[in-house]
């Protein structure tokens, strides 16, 4: 797993007299990224003794969860599962964050829009999701739309709600900069209240995004068993644990692995001066 | 007669640029300001100088039509002052530069709300850029530069817009010593090479000395002018030697005096 991170920096286990562990020390402190690939080693490492003693007859180990992956991406059911837990995803996503940023600002910007608006989204964002899971069923049925429901209601009120603080605290300095070189009220939002705003907002995004995932997949075990839900469940019913394992592991993944790209295409658009150490 | 005649002869030489008349700012409980009558006259640095709260930055503001006043009126050029205005530029104590841009994008920002083509903005802000000292960083951005240069930017910034009068809020006090001292000989050659007119905010009397061409003596709050100071220092003599000046150093004593009944 260290091999990869040392072909880029010089090798500093080529010099003999140092001892092995001043040597990786070294690399480490100068690749953080092996510190993190540690940390998921030593994890896995934990799973997989764990999985060995074994602490339940229904925990696998981690190399057997790692077969199963492997063997479901093969047999094409873990794709099939994603095409079908995807959809409501980037519906619902791509909803709340266009109207979850707009609105954000929007509130930001004016009170009124403020007193309107900013109760709902605390209530919502207090209320206990899975409870209202099933009212969606209730009134939208099990199709896409519930599904598409339950993914806005877990991501919109966060988006919302960074949005508008964000926006309400504005470098008020910045504002009265734009104001004394004669910036128009809309110059002063797009140049520099929206950009000076851009990190807590993209935050809540980001945040949004991961209650995106969880509505997704709560809606697929409480609604209808599709998708990665139902790869759950269908492998726990049939004491298949390797295979449920490799489910949610590979949720953990996509999830992880699109909020990493989210936060890497913020930094390119938005904050050009953080690309720089 | 002959009294009104010489009034008269001065007056092309110290033209009022900035005209204060009976600004008075309250805020709920507290009065900032009260009574305020002063004209600045073109082509001079005039520095507002009073204890910390005396209203002076509010004063500032209120002619960068950033704030308004409760009563009373400023007059740029005969013109009643509503809001920021095109004659008026401002350099902001805290620099106010953009985290996400660039030494050149910040410095070309005023020219860019008023909507100038990229080629021609970028051209005038190298040439400020240069003026202030800082070719070489255009491409940076604020978080890379030390205090200093960062509010070289923001006065960049400021001459870019090429307004006739700079309003300065205490630009030095976040600047370190030594810095700051360079900071005051170089705003000195650029007072002396625009020919601008220069209202400078400063909690410091040495500083106030050093650079001013009028000084104006704030009270204690409510902010009332108490006082008003012409430094009669030989500007074209070094930096040190002018540190140095008797008539620095009496100025300077004579203003402490002035000030320093209002310490605790």
Redesign the interface.
Known sequence: MIAPSRVGGPAPAVHPPEGLGASLGRLASRHPVVWRLSSLVLFFLAWEIAGRVPISYAFPTFSATLVALVSMMADGSLFVAYGSTLQPLVIGIAISGVVGVVLGIVMGLSRMAEWLAAPLFVVLQAAPMAALIPLITFVYGIGLLAKTLAVIMLALPVIVLNGYKAVRNA?P??V?????????KL?QIA??IV??ASPVIFAGLRLGLAAGFIGVILAELLITPTGIGDLITYHRSVANYAEMYAAVVSIILVSTLTLAALESFETRL????KR?G | MAHLAVAEAAIPASETVVAVRGICKRYSEVEALRLIDLDFPRGKLTTLLGPSGCGKTTLLKII???IAASSGEVRVNGKPVT????E???V?Q?F?L???ATVMRNVA??L???GMGKAERQSIARNYIAEVGLTGFEDK????LSGGMRQRVGLA?AFA?NAEVLLLDEPFSAVDEQNRRKFQEDLLRLVDKERKTFIFVTHSIEEAVYVSDRIVLLSRRPGRVSQIIEPRIDRTASPDAIRRDQGYLDTVEEIWQGLKHYVD
């Open positions: 470098n300095s910045l009265a900069m734009c104001r004394s070189f004669q910036g128009t110059q140049k520099i950009p000076d938005l904050r050009p001066e720089r | 960068a039509g950033l809001g920021p205005g095109p008026r530029a401002f902001f805290d106010a953009m985290p996400w920002f005023g860019e709300l008023q951005y604020p978080h890379e910034r817009v």
